[in-house]
Structures are given as C-alpha cells and as structure tokens.
C-alpha cells in the first residue's frame, strides 16, 4: 500500500476512535457528550487554516533528521495523555469542592456544578483541539501536496473513519475510556515510528528512538491503568449516594457500560 494512503488510513482511524471516546469521556465529566465534534472539527478547521498560510509543512525536517509528520504524530498521541491527565486532576479538585457544596443549598449546589461544567468544558475544547490540531496538519498536507490523488486519499479517509468508529465501539466492551485514550496515543506513537522509519532515512539513533520510547511509556501507563485504574474516574460516594440526575452517568467505581467499572 502506498505510504501515504496508509498513512491517512491511520490518521482518519484515530481522529474518529478519539471523537468517539471523548463522547463518553466527556458525557462523564462535563455532561456534554457532543461537544467532542465540536472540538474536533475546531482543532481539524484551525490546521486547515494553518496549512494554507504556511507551506512547506509535509516535507523533511532536515535539521532534526525526521519528518515533521512524526513529530506532530508524538505531539498529538503525547497531548492526548496530557489532556487526559490534566482534565482528570481537574475533576478530582472539582468534585471535591462540590461534594462540600452538596451540603449546602440547593441553588449553591447548582451554581457551583453549573460552573463546574463551564469550566470542565472549555478547558477540554482547549486541551483535546490540540491533538485533532496535530492529526489533522498531517491529513491536510497531504491533500494539499497531493491533489491529483485526492480521490484516492478521500476513499482512505472515510475507510479508516469506518474503522475507526467500528473499533471504538468494539473495544469500549473491553477496556475502560482511560485505558482507551492511552491506547490511542500509543497509535500515535507507532505511527510516527514507522513513518520515520520509512521516510526520514538515517535518522540519530536517539531521535528515531523517541517514537519508541514513547510508545513503551504508554504501554507500561496502559498497563498500570489496566491494572489499578489510575486514568478513570471516580466519583466521591457523598455525591454518588446522593441520588443526583445529573451525576447517573457514574458508575459506584469509575466510567463504565454494560455493567463494566
């Protein structure tokens, strides 16, 4: 297969898996499962944006002997962890505070979750735009460098879509959202390893070892996540023995469907 239409095979399967995985990430701590498409096509709209003002972005990066799609490859998969770290330490502090306001009236309680959900919402449209940001620099040069095989970068595109939303639902049945996201990344990671591998030549040994190592970081968090569940939420049992609509999405140990936690 021809590197390039693989390439956005696997770019398109990502984009898609992550949009669906931050629906459910985001329906658990912000209670607004769509704003996911929104961040994506935010971050999708701000490459597109950036490619056409600034050219030369698909070729080598001679300097550092790697492609610049690498890099942006392991900035993506590595904002990915990131995002889902900050966002999880967010929640944490967050629902602490509101745990106390539990106690107090019903219009302070509301407020101060009211403000929760703002706060949670924007700081995820900026932390996950990133990674789409990054993703989507790749796809758009592509099309741009490319343009009379559009069509066939097109048909790969929508195929790893299909992939992607396929391998979203399937895989939701088994790991839980956290481990999900770090899956992901580790995509990301692999990726941007054979991409180098591939296109950059002889690269540093330790610059073509930095997609590697990457990946092998995201295998042991994957492993630790599988584990002990450090990357899932929980929410606090004064809240969830509350009884509170607007907290039914939590499962009693973490996000979970079909009776998982």
Known sequence: MNIRYFTIFCLSFVILSLQIILCLFLDVIAYLPFFAISFAFL???LEGIFIYIRQGDARFDEKYGMTTWARQLMIGGMHI???MVILLCYNRFALAVISQASLLQNQIFSAYFKLHIFSCSILAGCLFSISFFQFGLIMCALYREHPEQSPRLYLFDLCGA???????VIVLSVLQVGSVLIVLSLAAFVLAWFLNRRLSGGA???RALTPV???VAAAVLLFMNIKFGIFEIKLPSDIRGGGRSIVRNFGPDGISIHGRH
């Open 81 to 83: 962890i990131i995002s």
């Open 43 to 45: 971050g999708l709209t």
């Open 213 to 215: 190592l990457l990946a």
């Open 162 to 168: 299909a992939c992607g939303c396929i391998f979203a």
């Open 204 to 206: 540093h040994v330790i």
